[in-house]
């Protein structure tokens, strides 16, 4: 909704219009409407209220005091103060007056005082009595015979108090009215004003249309002081703004945006265009905005500045409407603009800037998920118009870095680096990012540029000799060991060099030597290193008594050797004598020997080579502890298990915690089916916690040879995850089969929602089941006396009562055997009763007519027994047809290791045996009568994977076979296994 500009004002120059008008009264400066106001009150002090002259005297009176106001408050606007010239009491003032002159004054005399005093009342913001007054003169307008000029106004001025007070139907009624007069004053305020209530009654096209008729005839755009009518070149600025806000409540099109042109006066026609385009695009119009702001570029006066900011704003526009192509050309256009244009206004300047900069970064947001050319152009753009904004330069290195566009990245950074507007610690910085980039792009031509560019620009630095370092392993990466030997050779003589890149340049120029076979500079650098580097001196000393054995090094170590090459330096070495051999010696050959032969997979020879570094005195104990960890290893990959608990039993690993070792030894004398309690205990009194820690008291409980006291001693801890303890729990009374020993864990509130409770608890209900079976199936017919037979009846009955609340019982368990069970009981005796019962010999001395009453009640009583009979047999057939909870059954039987399977085997037996077939039944016969795996089966799958040890096929069959009868921690140790080999991991 909007209210109008101009009524306050206006108001006030009409009041004083009007005052003139209606009372005649001559223009007075301030001075003068003081003087006559105290002379004025000085005479009515000394006049009697009956004089004749009394009430002229107060209207006068009252009209000064009006116009004084309204001069006042002409002041108070001027220097923005409220009430500092006292117009609120001026006006009070001549209100009071003119209240009480209506009483005395005649009837055709009041228009214009109520008329006056209505606009006091406005003025004052007594809005509601100023309407009531309105009202008033319009009510009484011919009764009292009011001029028809203030009838007229006071429509208008109706009107405008009901417009702001958002009552725009009633407001538009009364300026229609008001507009019949062809002397009415301000008729274009009021036209305005009415296009106003049309536009906020939904009534646009009447709106557009009234607007656009005031405008056809600009001239009429007036407005009524003291001194006539005027055009009034700012109303009809807002008259065109306003045009341009209606027509945006629309679609615009090409013939809106011609007619808008079309309205706007020549001086003000560049920024009311703009505005326009402004508003279209805030009310989401993207294309029309851009249409407008085209036009706009039009304009021939365009200053290099305002021509800028239309570049920005076109390329806001496009951008918004997902034109992203062109908004990239248009910020290009803006960009260029900038840098052609001379900044007279450096905050415009620097707000243009940050425009441009939001859109960059708003661009950014918007594809930040997938950044595209489109975003990197943008970023090139804004850093070449703005090269002195880092934080934008190494956004646009970081896109570019990102998009893989490595070399635009390094040429942001170099932006940087090569600015004038940076400091050296900022150029370093560039320099940095930029050897960052390069490296990251993995592209040796740009690694090797970036490298060079940061030795010419930076300061010899720490920084320096790193990057020298870099550009050394760049060659060495290369495989340019000549150059790479050289380069690397001069850092690690460099003395003023880091001490650590110094060592690691030598050991790499030995490496890049060692790769060349070029044992003659190989022996005379590492003797040169072993007197540089003193604490290095017995390692490079070794490498240069070793030069001798780089023949067999070589070819043990390169990945190219050929399987025939590597068997020929194996057996060689396997002849060579030792006697004389040094330690070190030594020990490198059954190094290379151990490489040659886990290269070959020759695991004897593997085995013995590490035994021999083992027991060769000068070997240093970390490496015999890595060699026994191999060794470990090995029997590992070879499944046998104790003599790799053997093995480890000799390892003293200080970085190995206590704790996991004992968790270690314990698992391996589990697998090789030793004794692994000691090392379990250990492990947990060393403090091992979380899941293995659990993982052992488990391993304890199913170990012990009373495991019911020792789930209860370890329960405490399990309980901290209730299905380890549920599957503890399971296996201990598969083995001892009492649930009196296991009650108080059964009871635990962890157990309350785990299923060994119920499975447990359901085979005292099975034992239940089965004896009420075996005493209704006892159960005889007695018909050799009526009293026997009326007895047997009833005990018949009572039993099937009590198998009805059996199968109640079964339902409520969810138990699907118990259910099956209960309905073939109801199903089985309820039939059998009503056989039994027609079967009943009949009682004799019974006429022809007595026998059939007899054999029709006989049937009616057994009809109920026989539909619960067929009812429980059709629920039967169900079960056996689609019940999923014995497809679940038959799957976990499938899966159940042996112990498990000796329960669930009794369940399975008690269904099979009942009658009835169908898909579920069979699934259950199939589960139940499906072989499990032989231990020879067990045996061979074990031999394939020591055979094999990094075929999955072979681990993941093994792993089966685990499952169902072997070891209860081979299936977990297997997936650990197949985890490493996937990973790509050695074993």
């Known amino acids: 909704m909007k209210t109008p500009k101009h009524i306050l004002f206006l108001n006030v120059v009409l009041a004083g219009v009007l005052l003139s008008n209606s009372v005649h009264a001559e223009k007075m400066n301030n001075d003068t409407q003081d003087l006559v106001i105290k002379k004025m009150d000085r005479v009515l002090d000394l006049m009697d209220r009956k004089d004749p002259s009394w009430i002229p005297t107060q209207q006068r009176l009252a009209d000064v005091l009006a116009e004084r106001a309204r001069t006042r408050f002409m002041q108070e606007v001027e220097a923005n103060c409220d009430n500092c010239k006292g117009s609120k009491d001026d006006r009070q003032r001549a209100i009071k007056i003119y209240e009480t002159l209506l009483s005395e004054v005649k009837i055709n005399e009041h228009g214009p005082i109520l008329f006056q005093l209505a606009h006091l009342y406005e003025m004052a913001g007594q809005q509601d009595q100023a309407i009531s007054l309105f009202e008033r003169i319009i009510k009484e307008a011919k009764a009292k015979s009011i001029d028809a000029g203030i009838v007229s106004r006071s429509h208008a001025s109706l009107g405008d108090l009901l417009f702001q007070k958002g009552r725009f139907k009633d407001a538009k009624d009364h300026y229609v009215i008001a507009l019949k007069d062809k002397n009415l004053e301000n008729k274009a305020l009021a036209i305005y004003n009415m296009a106003w209530c049309d536009f906020n009654t939904d009534k646009l096209s009447s709106a557009i249309s009234t607007l656009e008729g005031l405008l056809k005839e600009p001239t009429k755009i007036t407005k009524d002081t003291e001194t006539g009518s005027n055009y009034d070149p700012v109303f009809h600025t807002d008259i065109v703004r306003d045009l341009g806000t209606f027509y945006a409540r629309k679609d615009i099109t090409t013939k809106e945006i011609s007619t808008y042109e079309g309205f706007t006066p020549k001086e003000k026609r560049k920024e009311l265009i703009l505005n326009f385009a402004q508003e279209a695009d805030r009310v ?60 007279d206004d450096s905050s415009k300047c620097e707000e243009l800037k940050k425009t441009m900069k939001r859109y960059v970064t708003e661009l950014h947001r918007s594809k930040k998920v997938k950044p595209d050319l489109d975003l990197l152009n943008a970023y090139a753009i804004y850093a070449e118009t703005f090269p002195s ?230 070997t240093p104990e970390a490496k015999k502890q890595q060699y026994l960890e191999q060794l470990v290893g090995y029997y590992e990959r070879k499944l046998d298990f104790k003599n790799a608990y053997n093995v480890a039993l000799k390892m003293e690993n200080s970085k190995v915690a206590p704790k996991e070792m004992a968790f270690r030894l314990g698992t391996l004398a589990d697998l090789a089916d030793l004794n692994p309690e000691k090392h379990y205990k250990q492990a947990l009194d060393l403090g091992i916690t979380g899941e293995r820690a659990l993982i052992i008291r488990s391993r304890l409980v199913l170990l012990s040879g009373n495991p019911a006291k020792e789930l209860k001693l370890q329960s405490g801890e399990l309980r901290n995850r209730p299905a380890l303890l549920n599957e503890t729990t399971l296996l201990v009374y598969a083995k001892t089969g009492s649930k009196a020993g296991i009650q108080s864990v059964l009871e635990m509130k962890e157990m309350r929602r785990q299923s060994a409770v119920q499975f447990i608890n359901k085979q005292e209900f099975y034992g239940k089941l089965t004896g009420f079976q075996e005493q209704i199936a006892k159960a005889k017919m007695d018909d050799s006396s009526d009293k026997l037979m009326q007895k047997s009846i009833q005990q018949r009955m009572k039993l099937l009562g009590k198998a009805d609340e059996t199968l109640s019982e079964a339902v409520r368990s969810k138990d699907i055997t118990a259910q099956l069970v209960a309905l073939n009981i109801v199903a089985t005796e309820n039939t059998r009763f009503v056989k039994d019962l027609s079967g009943t010999a009949m009682p004799k001395g019974l006429t022809a007519g007595q026998q059939r009453q007899y054999v029709d009640a ?82 061979s799958a074990r031999k394939s994977v020591a055979e094999h040890p990094e075929s999955i096929k072979d681990i993941e069959n093994l792993k089966m076979v685990e499952t169902k009868i072997g070891h209860p921690l081979m299936p977990s140790y297997l997936e650990a296994r197949l985890n490493s080999i996937q990973k790509g991991k050695s074993l």
């Not at 119009?285 to 365009?302: F, G, N, S, V």
């Not at 239309?310 to 034109?323: I, P």
């Not at 006989?858 to 169900?878: G, Y």
């Not at 169908?918 to 499990?932: C, F, R, Y």
């Open 284 to 343: 989401g119009q993207k294309q029309a905005a851009h249409q407008i702001l085209t036009r706009y570029m039009e304009q021939p006066d365009l200053t290099k500045q305002e021509r800028l900011e239309a570049f920005v704003r076109l390329a806001q526009v496009n951008y918004d409407r997902g034109e992203t192509n062109q908004s990239t050309q248009d910020f290009a256009k803006a960009a260029a603009a900038f840098k052609n244009t001379d900044c």
């Open 389 to 618: 904004d880092k934080e934008m330069i190494q956004r646009g290195a970081q896109v570019a870095t990102d998009m893989g566009k490595y070399p635009i990245a390094i040429q942001f950074h170099r932006m940087i680096s090569d600015g004038r507007s940076y400091s050296t610690k900022e150029k370093n910085e560039a320099l940095l990012n930029e050897v960052a980039v390069a490296e990251k792009s993995q592209d040796p031509k740009l690694q090797k540029d970036s490298y060079a560019f940061f030795l010419k620009k930076s300061s010899k630095d720490e920084k320096y000799f790193e990057v020298r370092y870099q550009q050394a392993y760049l060659l060495y990466q290369q495989k340019q060991l000549k150059d790479a030997a050289k380069l690397f050779d001069e850092l690690a003589r460099d003395k003023d060099g880091k001490a650590e890149l110094r060592k690691k340049s030598a050991d790499l120029a030995l490496d890049s030597l060692a790769q060349l076979k070029d044992d003659e500079n190989l022996q005379e650098y590492a003797a040169d290193y072993a007197e540089i580097f003193p604490a290095h001196q017995a390692e490079f000393a070794s490498v240069a008594r070793k030069a001798l054995m780089n023949q067999v090094a070589t070819v043990a170590n390169n990945p190219k050797s050929t399987k025939s090459e590597l068997k020929s330096v194996m057996k060689t070495v396997l002849k060579t004598k030792l006697d004389g051999a040094k330690s070190d010696e030594r020990i490198l050959i059954f190094t290379n020997l151990s490489i040659i032969a886990k290269k070959l997979g020759e695991d004897e020879v593997y085995a013995k080579s590490l035994y021999a570094l083992i027991n060769t005195p000068d």
């Open 858 to 939: 006989l049937k009616a009583k057994s009809k109920p027994f026989l539909v619960k009979s067929k009812t429980a047999s059709a629920k039967m057939q169900d079960l056996w047809n689609s019940s999923q909870a014995l497809a679940q059954l038959a799957r976990e039987y499938r899966i159940a290791r042996p112990e498990i399977q000796k329960l669930l085997s009794r369940e399975m037996e008690m269904i099979e045996q009942l009658p009835g077939r169908g898909k579920m039944k069979t699934a259950l016969s199939e589960a139940l009568n499906s072989s499990a795996p032989s231990s020879g089966d067990l045996v």
